[in-house]
């Protein structure tokens, strides 16, 4: 009997049937980058000749310059001092000294409250970030070129834009 009767509820719910329609949707969207850094201009001493044993300098305001871009609270860093090398290996350390100004050709930046490993943080107004530039000048101390071989002298350093990414 009872299979007779689950038979029978089987034929009774057989026309029914469940329908549904479906279709899909795009979604578009575009996260800026938290932090952005353009180089501008490199640090040369150009024209400014380093001649053993003398102190020679390029302000930051004459140095490199930076661009930083964020949108989120960002420390920018640069090393202290960069050694670059010349004719046979010899070295030359270049002291850094590091500025920033919210203008892209400050005559007078304002100077880094510590060094440039110290870092800086531009002002940002609640979640509304902005353009600041970090500009990078730096020195030769006279004992540091004392017994330089004659010649080019290059090297590289990093600016850095540190953020916390939630």
Do not use: K
Not at 43 to 48: K, Q
Not at 71 to 90: H, K, L, Q, S
Not at 91 to 114: E, H, I, K, M
């Amino acid at each position: 009997m009872r299979p007779l009767l689950l038979a029978a509820l089987m034929l009774a719910l057989w026309p029914l049937e469940i329908r549904a329609q479906n279709f899909s949707l795009n979604a578009h969207g575009t996260v800026a980058s938290a932090v952005s850094v353009a180089r501008l201009s490199d640090l040369a001493f150009g024209a400014t000749a380093i001649v053993p044993g003398t102190a020679t300098s390029v302000t930051p305001a004459n140095g490199a310059r930076i661009r930083v871009d964020f949108n989120e609270p960002t420390t920018v860093t640069a090393p202290d001092f960069v050694m670059i090398a010349g004719p046979g290996g010899a070295l030359l350390r270049v002291d850094l000294v590091c500025a920033q100004d919210p203008t892209p050709s400050a005559a007078a930046p304002t100077a880094f409250a510590a060094p440039c490993a110290g870092g800086f943080i531009p002002p940002i107004s609640g979640n509304v970030g902005g353009t600041h530039y970090i500009y990078v000048g730096g020195t030769v101390a006279p004992a540091a070129s004392a017994s330089l071989r004659a010649g080019s002298y290059a090297g590289t350093f990093a600016v850095t834009a540190s953020y916390v990414n939630y």
